[in-house]
């Protein structure tokens, strides 16, 4: 395995392989802005997940239960907390655990659930 890294960073594959998923997480994450316009959530360019925002008003525990109800898992923000501080309502969403495809249907349903009536 040390001799198959080695290689690879000597001769260049490692780098391609690094640009190659940068440009794979960036197409995810062009559909993530695509289908999330009109929500307020966070994602870093190169990063793996969303973080999407929710009303003071939503819990987080819920709103991943509709979700999931759906067909589609995601994380509650509290579950990355590392202090007691003041919170504000998010869920994490991995960009990178499933197809194009599914990702964009997973987005729709979370958009939907988000801007549509929290009991349905």
Do not use: N
Not at 15 to 22: D, G, K, P, S, T
């Amino acid at each position: 395995v040390a001799e198959i890294a080695t290689k690879w960073v000597t001769d260049g594959t490692a780098m391609e392989l690094v640009r190659w998923q940068r440009l794979a997480l960036r197409r995810r994450l062009d559909i993530a802005a695509e289908v999330l316009a009109g929500v307020d959530y966070r994602a870093h360019r190169d990063g793996l997940h969303v973080w999407l925002q929710l009303p003071d008003d939503r819990g987080e525990e819920s709103f991943v239960s509709q979700a999931r109800l759906q067909g589609v898992a995601i994380a509650p923000g509290t579950s990355f907390r590392i202090s007691q501080t003041p919170w504000h309502p998010a869920v994490r969403i991995s960009l990178g655990s499933t197809t194009e495809g599914e990702l964009r249907a997973g987005l729709g349903v979370v958009t939907k659930l988000l801007l549509g009536d929290p009991e349905h």
